[in-house]
């Protein structure tokens, strides 16, 4: 008998949102509330992108083809095992792009008022996205349409309630 815990799922779900939302904090409770693996999306990034916003200058469509079709590629890799990544995914393109790589894909789109958002920006350490580039990261946003497969979740409270809220959301799609 396998101790090991089975999914509750086997969609892969990628995280989304603006900088900032904390794909990076809820996609991994997220993932371990439905029992799947966790990847993050800014790991995906070609060197020469972490470069680009490190300084401070937004990401074109170009700069980020590469990294969706990473993405992309683990999403297709994950079919039918199931497995949560964070990507901010803001233009409809951009989830086209992923859903073409690795069909049934949801999204759960994280979001938030701006004053939150760029509060918590502006307390983390360490990250490449710099407050500065927030208004072009809403300016970009498209947010999830009525037939693209996911949810959306409000950030406001702890990460604890927000993945709680996002889980069963997500629990939601499947049934």
Request: glycine share 10%.
């Amino acid at each position: 008998m396998s101790t090991t815990p089975q999914p509750r799922t086997r969609t892969v779900v990628v995280v989304m949102g603006v900088a900032g939302t904390g794909k990076t904090t809820i996609g991994p409770l997220v993932a371990e509330a439905l029992g799947l693996p966790y990847a993050e999306g800014d790991d995906f990034h070609p060197a020469a992108n972490v470069a680009k916003m490190s300084a401070g200058i937004p990401l074109d469509d170009s700069d980020r083809e590469p990294w969706l079709d990473a993405i992309g590629v683990w999403a297709h890799d994950r079919a039918g095992l199931g497995g949560v990544v964070s990507s901010s995914a803001l233009k409809r393109s951009y989830r086209d792009r992923l859903r073409a790589a690795a069909p049934g894909v949801v999204f759960l789109h994280l979001t938030g008022d701006r004053e939150l958002i760029e509060q918590r920006m502006g307390a983390r350490k360490g990250h490449f996205m710099p407050t500065a580039l927030l208004d072009s990261q809403f300016a970009t946003l498209q947010p999830l349409q009525e037939d693209e497969a996911g949810v959306a979740v409000d950030v406001s409270g702890t990460p604890e309630e927000i993945s709680a809220r996002a889980a069963a959301a997500l629990r939601g799609l499947a049934g």
